[in-house]
Nanobody
């Protein structure tokens, strides 16, 4: 079993910043891509940012230049630094990881989500 637990969400005023963290724990042999997704009420879950095991990154157009994804491979943790937040960033943020676990098979795991609310 592998667990992903997000933290760092909360309520912030427009223009403010938050930093999300998501450590992966459990029976982990390797982690490939990690990422952050978000889902606003009544909308689908969308990719925010992803990062490969080698550090290559990709961002949604709406967050480019404001958000930065990073990871600490020694701690199996992915981060999301969010700056210049706007009310449109309000959503539940989920972390995701592709993990090689028991038996050498790759599985896709999701965290439980953390709420980010940006007030105007």
């Amino acid at each position: 079993q592998v667990q992903l637990v997000e933290s760092g969400g909360g309520l912030v005023q427009a223009g403010g910043s938050l930093r999300l963290s998501c450590p992966a724990s459990g029976r982990i042999l390797a982690i490939n891509q990690m990422g952050w997704y978000r889902q606003a009420p009544g909308k689908q879950r969308d990719m925010v940012a992803i990062i490969s095991s080698g550090g290559s990154t990709s961002y949604a157009d709406s967050v480019k230049g404001r958000f930065t994804i990073s990871r600490d491979n020694t701690k199996n943790t992915v981060f999301l630094q969010m700056n210049s937040l706007t009310p449109e960033d309000t959503a539940v943020y989920y972390c995701h990881a592709d993990v090689k676990s028991d038996g050498g098979y790759w599985y896709s795991y999701w965290g439980q989500g953390t709420q980010v609310t940006v007030s105007s």
